[in-house]
């Protein structure tokens, strides 16, 4: 292909992306996406891009990239290559910003007002018109690219567009050539609108989604309204449809039956018992529209909403939204995602038992839409408008008359374009963009919309209480502040648009915020912050792949908005980004399944059989449940009795049944594992797929050690070092330093010699931890070693024993007995004794190291994943068998990972430890220091997973208890009080060391 420069003289004096009054030009917007068909077969058959009217350009693009719009030369030379959809950031043009709450293009915003230099990407390509398209109209479909966006055919000027996340459409008929045509998209980094796209994601440029010519017959293009009621008395579907031109339309079910046709313009037909949609049962109707000999399909389903006191009601039911926050991300695209990506996205949110996507913070694609309506989940659809970095005060834009043509026109772009989807269930304003004036007209716009349309609720969180909102939905509250709600009660639905902020390893008490949720109908759930750490794929020099972040670009001494001090800020989900769940997501699974297994309620309760009685209780609303429940009875871990049963549960409603237990030995632990498993495979899951599980416990003896036997000891000081041997044993405490220095089993070392073990009040600082201040300020004192008050040794009966105090921050202490026992057993009884100040601990235990050799170990306990004092219902007490190495989880920024909680047992190497109560451990093949990595004068590295050396040891951390993780923020909310150790309170427990 021969390339000639083009002139863009004109694209030089017209600045339409500095100019605030502009939206677009030319753009044919507020518009539903949609592609004639030849024939109706083909418009009920053949998907979208297959359309003979639908021509495809995406792929490899020539492309030319300048730091300024002043650089642009009058003749355009030198084309090098860009595929698109792709933002040019990531592929070697520009650089990748990552910002969350501010402006990427200045420190102190004063709007319209854009930097004199504007970053310009030029993209160019021929295409030739399908013959067939003779006599027809030709438009340009650009489905999103950032920010404005000038479009060129043939060296004119078609038009320009800003709204980054929606469709502009552009007539170009009267621009074509016969045989090859050239198009130019000048793309300009920012413009006007960027003031409306201070969304806390990658702020990266280009095309971003399909870029594709449609062809229709005449210039009057056909575009179209559907409502799809639903009667909850009679079952009849209520349909209404308008159209921009005259045409016919018929309405088939899944079975191919016509239920309605006619002419369009029809209000109010009833169709007989209609199959209503929902995320539950996504049943579909085939819209097909006929105008002018040509076609054009569109699903349709039936549903009612409507808000009835403080409760919103979806088809009668006072649903849960079980969601998340979705962005547009791909690890290696950045912010393109192709319908695949898209779909391998939902089914495994589908797997973590998802219903709710919020489209944070613009529309998304619309292959989301179409998936969504198929696959069955609610959209809470949010317009593109953001304007954080103005704040929520005077200079708010939401304040500001002048700004309101761009808000309406986005405001508008998401309505008509997707309003028809079945999915939409919720109209979002925007976000965090303040509130004023400009949020109370669109508010009334689009309830003046939906008055005789769906009536879908209208929100807008920084409403609050404001008329303007018809949910109360916050952002990140805690549990006290949802009971408070239930109980006043809240004059509005709740449901929090973004909670439980899900960065690093985090998620913590997501258990006591659905139980709140499940006891009121006026808690309606909310949207995880959010689903995929938005983290770019690298490899380093070793061939490692590894995650970059949004601190990881650009030089800081030269950037004055400081947009590099977000760091990781973007890597806040609950999946990897190759979408790997977090261990976090498998605790939203369990509280979001739509089904729970419990004991059932007895009249008597010393009535024997009852032991024998369960329940299972549908949480759906709509489906009955036709699913396998299966289950185990473990005695001390390991399975003596199972059955299984195939349920059919009325929706809410309870079944009861029975599960034959055993006869318990008092002095044995017993609990009874319940798997509910898909009897067959579907679209979204396999066979057997467990999409809900729970443990019951059935019986549980008091603890206790057994007294040790009698053994002798001797004793001997050497320097510091007092050292205690007998038959098969030999301990070796330091005076100084208060650590053991060398345990012996026999004639082999347990522990390494150059570490030892002691006391560990440290852990490495979760993103959590850092965000609420700890590791900065009032937990450090807990990463230095305890300073030795006293240390004496002494015998007795049952051996002998270094009995070391410790002296602690905040006026604290502990105690520590390590004893010598009969088989070289080491029994260390601790307790810590509390200071009169309320300062939380990150964790209270001690830590060792054992030689690589000693990397698989067995446990009786919580697992198989990581879990935490906030964060454990999800992992059932069992025995689990793993590797230290398989235990550090890949958080992309490295932190605290690997810990379990309710331990009876572990085995590693050749020990067996117990304790006097479950204890809690993490075995890991590197150190807390390389999970906590600090420069010399101790600030914070940056670290990324491939900086995780895999150590020549095993490091053993053995904990009386550790401190939860959090989530209800990342940013100052800390853990709950009753799930953190606090240091003004006292705690005792005892680990017993010995041979397997």
């Known amino acids: ?242 159209t921009t031109v005259p045409a016919n339309y018929k309405l088939i079910a899944s079975d191919g039956a016509v239920v309605s046709e006619g002419s369009a313009g029809v209000r109010g037909v009833r169709i007989p018992a209609v199959k209503p949609w929902s995320a539950e049962e996504p049943n579909l109707y085939a819209l097909l529209l006929e105008a002018g000999g040509e076609y054009t399909r569109f699903d349709v389903g039936f549903r009612h909403l409507e808000i009835r006191g403080n409760v919103f009601y979806f088809n009668g039911a006072p649903i849960k939204f079980k969601g998340v926050n979705m962005h547009e991300h791909n690890e290696f695209t950045g912010h393109w995602c192709d319908r695949e990506y898209l779909r391998r996205n939902l089914v495994r949110m589908r797997e973590l038992n998802i219903n709710a996507i919020r489209t944070c913070h613009y529309p998304q694609s619309r292959a989301f839409y179409e998936l969504c309506d198929s696959l069955g989940f609610y959209v809470y659809d949010e317009a593109n408008i953001e304007s954080h970095g103005m704040g929520y005060g005077p200079e708010s834009l939401a304040k500001d008359p002048a700004w309101y043509i761009k808000h309406e026109d986005r405001t508008l772009n998401m309505y008509r374009r997707t309003a028809g989807y079945p999915c939409v269930t919720v109209l979002s304003l925007g976000n965090e963009a303040g509130n004023g004036v400009i949020f109370e007209r669109t508010y009334d716009l689009l309830k003046a919309l939906e008055k005789d349309g769906q009536n879908r609720p209208v929100v807008y969180e920084r409403a609050q209480n404001d008329r303007n909102s018809d949910f109360l939905n916050p952002m990140y ?87 590099w001090a977000d760091r990781n800020f973007c890597c806040n989900g609950l999946v990897n980004p190759d979408l790997t769940p977090h261990p976090g997501a498998f605790e939203v699974k369990h509280f979001y399944q739509e089904a729970a297994v419990d004991f059932a309620p007895v009249e008597n309760p010393g009535d024997q059989a009852a032991r024998n009685r369960f329940q299972i209780f549908n949480r759906f609303y709509f489906k009955p449940l036709n699913h396998i429940l299966r289950w185990e009875i473990t005695e001390d871990g390991v399975k003596i009795a199972d059955g299984e049963k195939l349920f059919t549960t009325a929706p809410r409603t309870a079944e009861p049944f029975e599960a034959v237990l055993p006869e318990m030995d008092p002095l044995k632990t017993y609990y009874i594992n319940f798997s509910l498993l898909t009897p067959e495979a579907s679209d979204m899951l396999p066979a057997e797929y467990p999409v809900a599980t729970e443990q019951l416990l059935l019986r549980k003896p008091e603890k206790s050690l057994p007294e040790p036997a009698p053994y002798k000891v001797r004793i001997r000081n050497i320097g510091d070092r007092i050292v205690l041997k007998g038959i098969g044993g030999r301990l070796v405490v330091s005076s100084s330093t208060g650590r053991v220095v060398q345990y012996r089993q026999g004639l082999k070392n347990v522990i390494l010699k150059k570490f030892g073990l002691g006391p560990e009040f440290w852990r490495a600082p979760l993103d959590n931890d850092w965000g609420d201040g700890g590791p900065q300020s009032r937990n450090k004192l807990w990463k230095d070693a305890p300073s030795v008050l006293s240390a004496e040794a002494f015998t007795d009966e049952a051996g002998g024993a270094v009995v070391v105090s410790y002296g602690l921050p905040y006026g604290c202490m502990m105690e520590v007995e390590y004893r010598l026992a009969k ?174």
Not at 211 to 220: I, N, P
Not at 504 to 520: K, P, Q
Request: glycine content about 8%; proline content about 6%; hydrophobic content about 35%.
């Open 477 to 563: 509250a805690d549990t006290r502040w949802l009971h408070r709600q239930a109980e006043l009660p809240s004059t509005k639905p709740v449901v929090q648009c973004e909670y439980s902020h899900a960065m690093g390893n985090s998620n913590g008490s997501f258990d006591l915020m659905w139980y709140e949720t499940y006891a009121y109908d006026n808690l309606q759930g909310g949207f995880i912050w959010d689903w995929i750490d938005q983290g770019i794929a690298e490899k380093d020099e070793k061939g490692r792949k590894y995650w970059t972040y949004g601190g990881d670009y650009g030089d800081p001494s030269k950037d004055p908005a400081h947009w």
């Open 823 to 996: 088989g070289g057993e080491l029994r260390i009884t601790s307790a810590f004794h509390g200071g009169e100040e309320h300062v939380d601990i990150p964790r209270i235990g001690f830590r060792t190291r054992m030689k690589a050799k000693c990397d698989v170990f067995r446990y009786f306990g919580r697992g198989p994943m990581e879990n935490y004092m906030d964060r454990f219902a999800s992992y059932p007490v069992g025995i689990y068998s793993s590797s230290a190495k398989d235990e550090c989880f890949p958080y992309v920024r490295p932190q605290e990972t690997g810990h379990h909680t309710g331990v009876e047992w572990l085995e590693i190497g050749p020990l067996h430890i117990t304790g006097d109560k479950a204890f809690e451990f993490n075995a890991l093949r590197c150190s807390i220091e390389d999970l906590d990595p600090r420069e010399a004068d101790g600030s914070r590295i940056w670290a990324h997973v491939n900086d995780i050396p895999v150590q020549p040891y095993v490091e053993l951390c053995l904990d009386g208890g550790m401190t939860g993780v959090g989530g209800y923020d990342s940013w100052g909310q800390r853990p709950e009080p009753s799930r953190t150790l606090w240091a003004d309170k006292d705690y005792d427990f005892t680990l017993v060391l010995s041979k397997k």
């Open 1 to 242: 292909m021969t390339l000639f420069p083009i002139l863009l003289t004109i694209l030089q004096v017209l600045p339409l992306h500095r100019d605030m009054d502009v939206t677009s030009v030319n753009a044919q917007t507020r518009r539903t996406e949609v592609i004639m068909y030849s024939s109706e077969e083909d418009a009920r058959t053949l998907p979208f891009e297959k359309s003979p009217f639908y021509l495809d350009l995406n792929g490899t693009w020539n492309f030319l990239f300048f730091n300024s719009e002043k650089d642009i030369p009058a003749r355009l030379e030198g084309w090098g290559k860009i595929t698109v959809p792709g933002n040019w950031e990531f592929q070697g043009h520009g650089t990748p910003v990552y910002v969350n709450t501010t402006y990427d293009f200045a420190a102190e915003p004063h709007p319209p007002v854009l930097p004199d230099d504007i970053p310009v990407g030029i993209y160019m390509r021929t295409f030739t018109v399908p013959a067939a398209w003779a006599g027809r109209e030709v438009y340009l479909n650009l489905c999103g690219a950032k920010s404005g966006v000038y479009t060129i055919v043939n060296g004119k000027e078609v038009g320009y567009s800003e709204d980054s996340k929606d469709l502009a459409r552009f007539d170009i008929t009267p621009y074509l050539n016969e045989g090859e045509n050239e198009l130019v998209l000048k793309c300009t980094h920012w413009s006007s609108g960027s003031y409306l796209e201070c969304q806390d994601f990658w702020r990266v440029s280009g095309i971003e989604r399909d870029v594709y010519l449609s062809s229709e017959k005449t210039a009057a293009s056909l575009d179209f309204s559907v409502v799809a009621d639903y009667d909850l008395a009679s079952g009849d579907g209520i349909f209404s449809l308008t």
